[in-house]
């Protein structure tokens, strides 16, 4: 069974100061691994996405993530966090996109300090 | 991607009455499923939904609380059956695109 996991619930860092989300997951085959954001009262928003190719990762909002397959990790960095990045943070797994049946880590929080 | 709208976005609702979430998507689509969000907790898959067959439900969900249907290939819809205050969450929709996976906004479900 596919699973994601978030060591992190809750983490603060000061506005500037560079971001680091972990994720691991446990997945039987090549995984496809994303991360979303959900701000408050907000629904999910993709930031990234891996399927093959290149293991570093761009997505939106000038945040990147690298895949480790050795260490079955999927962490997302940003350089420079902004307070609008204030949010939950959720990475998930899946099969294949077409499948739709990810499963989602329990998120971490991200408190974002002036 | 594709866009994809639900309603209501909220709703306050009576214990051991029923509610019906509608999921429209912009554009064609094979697969819709349906997730849960409790309070404070991650995202739980409820069921698969194709056009033109029976919504195939995950562990711990059933059809009789959770009956779903996929009329055509842009719409969805969620019933939430008689209702407990435990029903109380964000229900969202959702689909897949070529490489791509996308969501609703959500519906904001509490129970009284």
């Known amino acids: 069974a596919q699973s994601v996991t978030q060591p992190d619930i809750h983490i603060t860092v000061s506005e500037g100061a560079s971001l680091e989300l972990r994720c691991n997951y446990s997945y039987g085959a090549t995984p496809y691994l994303f991360w979303y954001v959900q701000s408050p009262g907000q629904g999910l928003q993709l930031l990234l996405k891996?399927?093959?190719?290149?293991?570093l990762v761009q997505g939106i909002k000038g945040f990147e993530a690298e895949f480790k397959r050795s260490q079955s990790s999927f962490n997302l960095r940003k350089p420079s966090v902004h307070w609008s990045d204030a949010a939950e943070y959720f990475c998930?797994?899946?099969?294949?996109?077409?499948?739709?049946?990810?499963?989602f880590g329990d998120g971490t929080t991200l408190t974002v300090k002036p | 991607s594709a866009v994809i709208s639900q309603k209501p976005s909220r709703d306050i609702c009576q214990r051991g009455t029923s509610l019906t979430i509608q999921c429209q998507v912009d554009s064609q689509v094979t697969m819709m499923f349906w997730y849960r969000q409790q309070p404070g907790q991650s995202l739980t898959l409820i069921a698969t939904?194709?056009?033109?067959?029976?919504?195939?439900?995950e562990s711990g969900f059933v059809i009789d609380k959770f009956p779903i249907s996929r009329p055509n290939l842009t719409f969805s819809t969620l019933t939430v059956s008689n209702m407990s205050p435990e029903d109380s969450s964000i229900y969202l929709c959702g689909s897949t695109d070529y490489n791509e996976q996308f969501f609703g906004p959500g519906t904001r479900l509490t129970v009284l």
């Open positions: 939904a194709n056009q033109g067959s029976e919504a195939t439900y």
């Open positions: 998930a797994v899946g099969g294949t996109t077409n499948a739709g049946k990810s499963t």
């Open positions: 891996y399927f093959s190719g290149d293991t």
